[in-house]
Structures are given as structure tokens and as C-alpha cells.
């Protein structure tokens, strides 16, 4: 690669004539990080031209590329692009290079792409990026209501695009389309897919309905040049096309305007149009990435949206948690906050909102007609402790039950299927780095030789010792029959870092070998040979490291096959531990990203907490902190 030229032999420097480059901040960055510069004038001749597509605007690159005689590369949204269109709404990822994607009557960097030999490994990303893409509905665009009403099954499909869209030139194409597909299936239901942006050619409706799932119920799927007509050869179905995209002529759709190509396989069409051909943005770290950490990015933001697009009524929220609340949940609209039960259920019912209500402040049998989602911390919180509050980088949403209350499902009971290799890599890096909840650092104390068995303390009032303890339920009688059943053992206790901070209730007197004040607990699970508990998070993540773990109580993990259960455990559904993983650390919780402000995977958390930035509580919210802690002790006392 000469010092002229980036990747794929683009120019570095780009000369452009449409303000639309200046405007798009995001767009300017992504060509800046893979290797370009913009620049206005007149181009040398190691420079290059670039044009958005084909817009109205491209005339005048196209026409300066000519005249200097200097390559003419043309930009466009990659195929994954955003949950809402719009400008307003900057893309993940671009397409650079020759000629444009929906326009075969000149050779492009996609068509050479697709054309070229793939190897095996290749392949197989490819295959696993389709079944993903289905399996979570992501589209171009994913601003639609996953839930929302389909036909009956057993309908033509036929999909409009937008009026004056350069990729779909011949507006009288839209017209030959729907009369084909009348025609060639006499007595079918038509099913016309609207455009989820503008107006199109066609009259019809399903504008705001999943593109996947309206593929799968189809027996047949017209389309000029749409996007969802490479959607629908992944369903695996065989389109019928009217225009000249770049997914048309390979053997793969029945073609009204037949093009001159090689057979290619559905992977190597999705290998080169989503995997070689974009660049990928990963806007949360500020890099570019691969198409799979732009997948983790853009179903991070889409399942905010779909479950937040209603917005909702927040109940019990304290104070301090609610600008961070907003913060995270608001993004469409924003919360309506109450302390009032009643007043919750009229406001969310009156304004078709959700209802959020922190789980451990539920009021006894609270329902209404709207989902209510139960919101805690999750499992990769923070720098920090909560009750010095610091906000948490990860929350759980859970619409029927929350993960420490084992008298009723919850949401990591149905969490899916399990990405399996994503899972160990998060949890191969999660082991690497040493990360836990509260991540508060710590020394390991010197233990003495011999079996060590780690016994965590918990906070006695907490709603998990509550709702799933069994009947043990204090850290002193977990201390003794630990003792009891290990008596040549050695005990480390691990107080809670809430109790060890004077921010909760239960110091005690304890009966151990070890008491490992404010150390690492995670060097402590390594240290030790097994981990016995109540119900503490600790207990799984001494699972996630191969350590056996002895429970008194009902935790989460517990009754999966994983642990030694000596307290009542409901029957729950066995899982491995990367299962269990994928529920508890990918499917149930929503990541925050502090740094940018959206949704993110828990990979970008990974990295705030290993070695990221992270905007920390100032003096006033730590001294608050201390009087909740100075408040909820005395009341402690009194209760006993």
C-alpha cells in the first residue's frame, strides 16, 4: 500500500462537492479512521474523488473526477446502518469503493468482491452472521414495533421502496411489479411492505412490522432493488427482481432484467456485502471494528429503542438514581418519575407508557394493564460501590419476575438460545482482567495452607436474603455451618463491601480463620477451593472460574446443575455454565456506556472497567451516601 493510498487502493486524499460530507460528523470520522482525508478544491493527481452514490448532488464529482482524470469512489450506508433513518440518525458503517450496490450496469467493488474466492473460515462467519441477523431481527433499519400485528400466513410479499430513490430509477418498475405478482399467483393475498421512512410507489401498509418476520410467513417475494430482497434470499427464499442490484444475476433471484454472472452462494453474497465491502464503526469506543462488534453495537441500541419506544412511568426510584435513569431509559421519551403507586398506573395506563419500578421496592401486589419491567443492577455494575452512589454501568429489565426472587421466573429462565463463542470470549476476558461487580481492587491477604473454603458475607436486609435465603439468613450461621460440616477447613470470610464500608447493616463477629477485610474477591476465589453462600453474586462468579460453589439459599444459579444445593431450590432448567453466562451477562442485563452516552454491549463495559474512564459520584453524593448508610444501620439496631 503506497502512502497515496488506504485500504482497497482508495486515495487517502478525497475531494468532495456536497456539504452533506462536512454536516456528517460521523461519516467524516469513519473515512478519517480508515485512512482518508476530505478536503475541498481541485484534486491532484494521487487524489481521489468521492460522491454520496448517486444523489442529485454527485453530478459535480463525477464531473470533476472526469476532468482531472483521477479515480471517482462513490459512498453509501452499509446494510446495517442505524435504528432510525434519517440524518439525524448517523450510520454504523460505509460502503467506499467503484460504482454503487444497486446499480449492476457498471462494475463495483461489491460485484468484484463477490466475484473473488472465500475460504472456508470466511464462510462460516458468513452463516453465522445470517442465522444472527434472523435470530434478532436486525434490518437496515430497526425503528419498527417487533410485536406488531402480521397477515395470516401464505401471502405474496411485495416490497416498495421510495419515491426518487436513485436505486430504483424507473418508478414504472414498482407498477410491472405488483402486476406481475398478481399474475403469476392467481388467488393469493398481495402484501405490500411499505417503506419505513417516506412515501413510495406503492399503496400498502407493514411500514413498521420486522422485515424477517414478514419473510417468514411469505410463499413468494417480489422486489425492484430493495435491500429486503437480499433479506429475502437469506430467508432463503427466490426473489423475483425487477431492478439491477448487486444481489441479483448470481442464481439467486428470477430476474426480469437478466445479468451476466457467475453462480455465487447466499454466504458469499452476505460474506462480501457485510463483511469485506463496509467499514464498520464501533461509536462507543472510536475505532473501527468488525462487522460482528457492529452487530453487538446496533442490537445494543435496537433493543433500547424496542423497549423504550413507548417511554415510561418510573416508580420508586430515589433521587440520586434518577438523572442516570433518564439517562439510560429516556432516550425516546423521556421518564415520568412518581413515588405514588396509584398515580404510576393511571399515568402509564392514560399514556400507553411502561412502567420501570426498582424490584426491590415493589409495592405488595402492584399490577397494571401495561408491562411493568423490574429494574436492579447487573451482574458487571461499576467502579464502585452502589451505596456510594455510583451509577451502574449495566441494569436488568425484567417484565416477569427479577433474578434474586426464586418464587417466580425470570427473565435469564428465558433468555434463548446462547451465543456460545461470543460468551467465551467475554468470559475468557472477563477472567483475564479480574473483573467483578463493584471492581474495588484489594490486596490477598496471606492465607494459611490446607483446603480453604471462601465464604462471602452478605447485606442481611438485602431482597435476595429475603426473597431466597432459605433459612439461612445470617452471615454468622452460614459461618457455622460451614464450620460444622468442614471442620478441618480453612474459613475465609469476605465481608460485604457495603458492610466493610459502614454503608449497610451486618458487621459481625466472625467465626472464621480468615477474615479477608476490603481484599480482592476475585483473587480470592482463585485462592480458594470452593466458595460457600447464601445467595451472593460471588457464588457465580466463582462458577464462571471452575471453582465449586456450595449454596444455602436459592441464587440465580442455583438448581442448574451447577451447584451443590443444600436450601430449598425451585425446579429450574439445566444449563451449562456458558449458558448461564450468556443469560446473566449478554441477554438479561442493559449496558450504559458512560463515555458516549448510548447502549452498548457488555465489551465496551469490559473495557470501561479495565482500563477505561468512568465519571465518578462527587463529594456531595458521597457524603449522602454515608448518611443513607448511618440511617439504615440505626434502623437495623432497632429492628433487632
Known sequence: MSQDTAAGGIPRRLFHYNLGFLRQRRVRRILELAGHSLHLGLPGPQDGVIVWGQSPYAKRGEAVAARRAVPLIRAEDAFLRSVHPGAAHPPLGLMIGEGVHFDASTPSTLERLISAPMGDALLARARDG?????????????????????????????????????????????????????????????????????PGHLEGGYADTSPWKLLEGADAVYAVSSQMGFEAVLAGHRPRIFGTPFYAGWGLTADERPLHRPPASAEALFAAAMILAPIWYDPCRDR???????????????????????????????????????????????????????????????????????????????????????????????????????????????????????????????????????????????????????????????????????????????????????TVRRNADLLAIVRRENPDAVIVYKPHPDVEAGLRPGAIDADADVIARNADPIALIRACDEVWTMTSLLGFEALLRGKPVTCLGAPFYAGRGLTRDLGPVPERQTMTVMALAHAALIAYPRYHDPVSGLPCPPEVILDRLAHGRIPHPGRALRLLAKAQGLLASRAHLWRQ
Open 130 to 198: 445470517i442465522a444472527r441477523l434472523r435470530r434478532i431481527g436486525l434490518s437496515k433499519y430497526n425503528a419498527f414495533d417487533p410485536d406488531a400485528p402480521l397477515p395470516a400466513p401464505g401471502y405474496v410479499l411485495v416490497i416498495d421502496q421510495v419515491r426518487d430513490d436513485a436505486s430504483a430509477p424507473d418508478p414504472a418498475a414498482f407498477a410491472r411489479m405488483l402486476q406481475a405478482a398478481r399474475d403469476e399467483n392467481p388467488g393469493k393475498r398481495i402484501v405490500v411492505k411499505g417503506h419505513p421512512a417516506r
Open 288 to 470: 473501527l471494528c468488525s462487522f460482528e462488534e457492529a452487530v453487538d453495537q446496533l442490537e445494543a441500541e435496537t433493543r433500547a429503542f424496542r423497549e423504550d419506544r413507548h417511554g415510561h412511568v418510573a416508580l420508586g426510584m430515589r433521587l440520586w438514581k434518577r438523572r442516570h435513569m433518564q439517562q439510560v431509559f429516556g432516550r425516546e421519551r423521556p421518564l415520568v418519575f412518581t413515588d405514588d403507586p396509584a398515580r404510576a398506573k393511571t399515568l402509564a395506563e392514560a399514556q400507553g407508557r411502561g412502567i420501570l419500578l426498582w424490584a426491590g421496592r415493589e409495592p405488595e401486589g402492584f399490577a397494571s394493564k401495561q408491562p411493568i419491567r423490574r429494574v436492579e443492577d447487573g451482574f458487571l455494575r461499576s467502579r464502585g460501590l452502589g451505596a456510594e452512589l455510583v451509577p451502574p454501568l449495566s441494569l436488568v429489565t425484567d417484565l416477569t419476575g427479577i433474578y434474586y426472587d426464586p418464587s417466580r421466573p425470570s427473565g435469564i429462565d428465558r433468555a434463548g438460545d446462547a451465543d456460545l463463542p461470543r460468551t467465551r470470549r467475554l468470559v475468557e476476558r472477563l477472567i483475564a482482567t479480574g473483573l467483578s461487580k463493584y471492581n474495588l481492587g484489594g490486596a490477598l491477604p496471606d492465607l494459611p495452607p490446607g483446603r480453604r473454603i471462601l465464604v462471602p458475607g452478605q447485606v442481611e436486609d438485602d431482597a435476595s436474603i429475603r426473597l431466597g435465603g432459605g
